[in-house]
């Protein structure tokens, strides 16, 4: 992982995409004075090059990284995101396969060596915290499931929520996933509207 995800971070890809680059400005905008480019204060959803929306999470992300740490080209690739992709997604597998714990590590190992992996961590797109954060969600989802205890329905809840800030397609993505955990949920008597309404509520 620290080879695939750290190695020459700086050059490899080479150059700097350009959601790259306005993403990184904006987050020093903000990090310096609490605006983005356009001197909007704190802004939930940013206006990238041509008028193009960006999403705030990694944004934001990335501003608190400049402001502890200053402005550097390593920062705002920000491989945090990817980390939690392996590690939940591993968690993921034993959840669902306990039995079977090589294929939580072989899962670990993919989502190590696969290019798809590796390139969505080696570049500070706006987009690319979805990968890691719906990982999380659907892990706290799978025990709020699995458990049927309320404080994995707030977390499936909280974590649902910070999806909605990584890429504006999780507007569309994530009530789908719910509509069909719904009805899943109905089909195998594991449906309470109580819990849901607690996850509904953050």
């Not at 306005?22 to 310096?32: N, T």
């Not at 080696?122 to 799978?142: A, K, Q």
Request: proline residues 4%.
């Amino acid at each position: 992982f620290v080879i695939t995800r750290f190695w020459r971070i700086t050059t490899l890809p080479s150059g700097v995409h350009i959601d790259e680059a306005g993403m990184a400005y904006d987050a020093w905008c903000l990090s310096q004075y609490g605006v983005d480019r356009y001197f909007k204060s704190y802004p939930l959803l940013l206006t990238n090059f041509g008028g193009g929306g960006q999403s705030a999470l990694c944004i934001y992300t990335t501003a608190l990284l400049f402001r502890l740490f200053g402005f550097h080209s390593f920062l705002f690739r920000v491989i945090f995101y990817s980390l939690l992709t392996v590690v939940f997604g591993m968690l993921i597998l034993r959840k669902l396969y306990p039995d079977r714990p090589y294929l939580a590590i072989a899962g670990g190992y993919l989502m190590t060596i696969l290019p798809f992996f590796i390139l969505s961590a080696r570049l500070g797109m706006d987009c690319h915290p979805i990968l890691g954060t719906s990982t999380v969600f659907i892990y706290c989802f799978l025990c709020a499931l699995q458990s049927e205890k309320y404080r994995y329905y707030v977390l499936a809840g909280i974590t649902g929520g910070i999806v909605l800030y990584t890429y504006s397609l999780s507007y569309l993505i994530l009530p789908s996933f719910l509509v069909l955990s719904f009805f899943y949920s109905l089909v195998v008597k594991k449906f309470s509207f109580k819990k849901w309404t607690v996850m509904g509520i953050p």
